[in-house]
């Protein structure tokens, strides 16, 4: 249960855009796509043209969701990743989330980039 006056938030998720949305336990999936829109600049999508999916639970796939839906029915809780799509002329785009390269080695990195600390001794350290 989440205490009351605590905001919820959720990530949306298109290539390689996130955008983070704060909504209520009350919302509905259609004033989730508001709150998209108005929170991407220069978006000239309406809601209507917009598309929510939420990752099925197994990760086979994706789940399209109903606007009408209030967010908790359609499975939506406090840091879920929704994923969305526009229709352009028609069509509904694919849903394209970037996958993430991971880090090189870090400790490699970061021996390379500290200097020593250790005082050494030597003709050529005079």
Not at 31 to 55: E, G, M
Not at 60 to 76: F, H, I, M, Q, R
């Amino acid at each position: 249960m989440i205490p009351p006056g605590k905001p919820l938030y959720i990530r949306a998720r298109r290539n390689k855009t996130v955008v983070f949305l704060c909504y209520d336990s009350t919302d509905n999936v259609a004033s989730l796509k508001q709150k998209l829109c108005a929170a991407i600049p220069n978006c000239d999508k309406t809601p209507q043209q917009v598309r929510f999916y939420i990752r099925r639970p197994d990760g086979s796939g994706y789940v399209p969701l109903n606007e009408t839906d209030s967010v908790t029915s359609a499975g939506v809780q406090n840091e879920t990743d929704l994923y969305y799509t526009f229709n352009n002329q028609g069509t509904w785009e694919e849903i394209h989330t970037a996958e993430y390269e991971p880090l090189d080695e870090i400790g490699e990195e970061i021996e390379e980039a500290m200097p020593s600390t250790k005082r050494e001794k030597g003709k050529g350290r005079a």
